[in-house]
C-alpha cells in the first residue's frame, strides 16, 4: 500500500453512471486543490455505500479552501451501479473494473487460486500528487475522519 509521501499514481477512470463517456483525472483535480480518495470493492456494496456516506456526510468546511473527492470502486458495472444508485453522495463514482489502479496503489492481495481480495482505503493527495494520508480499511472500520481533517489542515 503506498504510504505518505508516495506519489500518487495518476488514474483517468470512467463515471459510468452517468449514462455518457465522462472521465476523471486525478492529476487534473489535484491541481485545483487536494482530493481525498476512496477504493473500496464493489463486491461489498453496503460496505461500499456506508464509507462513501460517511465521507459524503463528513463536515469539511475550515479544512481546506478546495477540497475534491472521488470515490473509486473496483469491481463489476452491475455492483457499481447498484451502489450509484443507492449512495447519493454528491461527488463522481469511479470504476477501476480490472482493479489496474487499486493495484497500482497496492490494494491488491491474492486470495488463494486466482483470486484476489481489496481492502478499502483512503488516501489524501496534494496539488503535486502525492500522498499525504493513507489509511487501510480494514474489518470495516469507520473511516478516520479527524485525522484526514487533520492531514488537510497540514497542507
Known amino acids: 500500500m503506498l504510504t505518505e509521501g ?3 499514481p495518476d488514474f483517468d ?3 459510468p453512471a452517468t449514462g ?3 472521465t476523471y483525472r486525478l492529476s487534473a483535480a489535484a491541481r485545483e486543490g487536494p482530493v481525498v480518495v476512496a477504493f473500496y470493492p464493489l463486491a461489498d456494496v453496503d460496505g461500499a455505500a456506508d464509507l462513501l456516506t460517511v465521507l459524503a456526510e ?3 468546511s475550515g479544512a481546506a479552501d478546495r477540497l ?3 470515490g473509486v470502486g473496483v469491481g463489476e458495472r452491475a455492483d457499481h451501479e447498484r451502489l450509484a444508485a443507492r449512495a447519493d453522495v454528491g461527488f463522481p463514482l469511479l470504476l477501476d473494473r480490472d ?3 487499486a493495484d497500482r496503489y497496492g490494494l491488491l492481495e491474492p486470495a488463494g487460486g486466482d483470486a484476489v481480495a481489496m481492502t478499502p482505503a483512503l488516501y489524501l493527495v496534494d496539488g503535486d500528487c502525492v500522498v499525504r494520508f493513507a489509511r487501510r480499511l480494514d474489518g470495516g472500520e ?3 475522519i479527524e485525522a484526514l481533517r487533520d492531514a488537510l489542515a497540514s497542507l
Open 13 to 15: 477512470l470512467p463515471r
Open 20 to 22: 455518457g463517456d465522462e
Open 6 to 8: 508516495d506519489p500518487a
Open 68 to 70: 475534491a473527492a472521488f
Open 142 to 144: 469507520s473511516p478516520p
Open 58 to 60: 463528513a463536515d469539511w
Open 99 to 101: 482493479g489496474y489502479f
